[in-house]
């Protein structure tokens, strides 16, 4: 079936560091891939997307790119900052199938 | 623009009552709106598809007649938390998928913390 797995938190980082949050995704089908964030006592805000292979999607200076040969689409940001501290979540969906699969969620805290 | 709001955001009832919770795209027509409860520090479980017009599809576990759903308009989707008790606390989040330029995303309201005493 389809899956989503992402790296297991939570991750602390110093403001300004470089951030990778990994996710892998089951290849079935032909998924499009997001990352939502989640903000403390808030719903789910999409962060990027990406609909094919070889798509980057880019948003807020976070980046992840749709990588086939490797079933990946890790999130990446060149310098965090405090405001950054929050749940991401990685997800797929299928064409044909609204269903979205999350993955289990990262907590990022960013220290000053 | 892609907005959905959720009412009521915090809502704290007695074991036994009913809770109707709201959810409404702002700005775009919904064909299908999805129910989600989120526990604390867990992902998201999918709880049930609805359809405008037509029966909620649910995902294996829910009980359809304790979790009902209403998707009356392309704008409008209802979840009736019916006869509520303590282990029904959670927060509950409904997403919207549009026609048009919308397709293929989901758009998320901010939730509803549902609290059962």
């Known amino acids: 079936g389809n899956s989503v797995t992402q790296m297991e938190g939570p991750v602390t980082l110093s403001e300004e560091a470089f951030l990778t949050i990994n996710c892998t995704y089951t290849a079935t089908g032909y998924p499009s891939l997001f990352w939502y964030v989640q903000y403390p006592g808030e719903g789910l805000q999409l962060l990027l997307k990406a609909t094919k292979a070889d798509d980057k999607g880019s948003n807020k200076g976070f980046e992840a790119t749709y990588r086939k040969e490797t079933t990946s689409f890790h999130l990446e940001k060149g310098s965090v900052q405090v405001s950054d501290s929050a749940v991401y979540f990685c997800?797929?969906?299928?064409?044909?199938?609204?269903?979205?699969?999350f993955g289990t969620g990262t907590r990022l805290t960013i220290i000053p | 623009g892609a907005v959905v709001s959720q009412h009521p955001s915090r809502v704290i009832c007695k074991s036994g009552t009913s809770v109707k919770i709201e959810c409404r795209s702002l700005d775009f027509q919904a064909t299908t709106m999805f129910w989600y409860r989120q526990f604390p520090k867990k992902s998201l479980m999918l709880m049930a598809t609805s359809n405008e017009g037509s029966k909620a599809t649910y995902e294996q576990g829910v009980e359809k007649d304790k979790f009902l759903i209403n998707h009356a308009s392309l704008t409008l989707s209802t979840l009736t938390v019916t006869s509520a008790h303590p282990e029904d606390s959670s927060f509950y989040i409904c997403?919207?998928?549009?026609?048009?330029?919308?397709?293929?995303?989901?758009?998320f309201g901010p939730g509803t913390r549902l609290t059962v005493l």
């Open positions: 997403s919207a998928r549009g026609v048009d330029r919308y397709t293929d995303t989901q758009y």
């Open positions: 997800a797929r969906s299928s064409r044909g199938n609204e269903k979205l699969t």
